[in-house]
T-cell receptor, first 114, second 108 residues
């Protein structure tokens, strides 16, 4: 089925460990996004890639890096995980960078940093 | 920056009741979108609105793009248990901005 695939679905890290969250879309969308969702905070944009070869910071980029590997794949890296990064992370993609036609979201990665 | 104020933050209703939620902003938006997030899943697009005053339905859901372009509402008629979840509004001008979400709980 067409859509956005995120891996892993669950992860527990120790403080200071690093990891990369993977995201791939098969809808030939130009734009991709990483959000985090915390209770009572809604969805906050971490980084986005308006098109292949470009990345930009969102609302809460500190502590994260991203790579737009190709048109399909957009990864999010935590270099040194902190408990404040415990959250649910969602990847999304869209045909237009402003999201006017709506985003398609993955099912999320639930990350716990202890 | 642009912000969306979504209300209410949570709703507890009886099955069969109608539901109404809204989003307001001090900024003008070109597009309004409504998403639903089921527990343990990512948000899914329900309705997209592209013109001021536009009223659009999707089954038991009805959404409107406010005339001032600064607000939108979503109504759900005759709620059923599968309507449970978090509903997000989102608006676009130069980028997509999300509201904080309305958590809907239904008592059977």
């Amino acid at each position: 089925n067409a859509g956005v695939t995120q891996t892993p679905k669950f992860q527990v890290l120790k403080t200071g460990q690093s990891m990369t969250l993977q995201c791939a879309q098969d809808m030939n969308h130009n734009s991709m996004y990483w959000y985090r969702q915390d209770p009572g905070m809604g969805l906050r944009l971490i980084y986005y890639s308006a098109s292949e070869g470009t990345t930009d910071k969102g609302e809460v980029p500190n502590g994260y890096n991203v790579s737009r590997l190709n048109k399909r794949e957009f990864s999010l890296r935590l270099e040194s995980a902190a408990p404040s990064q415990t959250s649910v992370y969602f990847c999304a993609s869209s045909d237009t960078w402003d999201g006017a036609v709506g985003y398609t979201f993955g099912s999320g990665t639930r990350l716990t940093v202890v | 920056g642009q912000q969306l104020n979504q209300s209410p933050q949570s709703m507890f209703i009886q099955e069969g009741e109608d539901v109404s939620m809204n989003c307001t902003s001090s900024s003008i938006f070109n597009t309004w979108l409504w998403y639903k997030q089921d527990p343990g899943e990512g948000p899914v697009l329900l309705i997209a609105l592209y013109k001021a005053g536009e009223l659009t339905s999707n089954g038991r859901l009805t959404a409107q793009f406010g005339i001032t372009r600064k607000d939108s509402f979503l109504n759900i008629s005759a709620s059923i248990p599968s309507d449970v979840g978090i509903y997000f509004c989102a608006g676009t001008s130069q980028k997509l901005v999300f509201g904080q979400g309305t958590r809907l709980t239904i008592n059977p």
